[in-house]
């Protein structure tokens, strides 16, 4: 049974960080790829960030470019989601997802079929 718990949301005020903790569970963790992204009220879920298996290679949407980054450890089975420089706009319920893939990942919702529960971002001062 695969399962993903999200950790680490909260609120925040602008310009700050929050390092968001997908652990996953039940799976060989090691050969999939992994997702975060966000849903705001009334606005479909988008793609923030990916990361493949193996080298880890990443992707990011262009929004969060140069304030995520993600991160990944096998060992831990843990893929972490650190956001610096916290704008209002990202206020949403950020989500984790996995697929078994290959060596590059993808932010397209669709591609994915294993989502944890999410954690709610809220950034205000």
């Known amino acids: 049974h695969l399962q993903l718990v999200e950790s680490g949301g909260g609120l925040v005020q602008p310009g700050g960080s929050l390092r968001l903790s997908c652990a996953a569970s039940g799976f060989s963790f090691n050969y999939y790829n992994i997702g975060w992204f966000r849903q705001a009220p009334g606005k479909e879920r988008e793609g923030v960030s990916c990361i493949s298996r193996g080298d880890g290679s990443t992707d990011y949407a262009d929004s969060v470019k140069g304030r995520f980054t993600i991160a990944r450890d096998n060992a831990k089975k843990t893929v972490y989601l650190q956001m610096n420089s916290l704008k209002p706009e990202d206020t949403a319920v950020y989500s984790c997802?996995?697929?078994?893939?290959?060596?590059?990942?993808?932010?397209?919702?669709?591609?994915?079929?294993?989502w944890g529960q999410g954690t709610q971002v809220t950034v205000s001062s």
């Open positions: 997802a996995a697929i078994q893939g290959d060596y590059s990942c993808s932010t397209y919702v669709a591609e994915y079929d294993t």
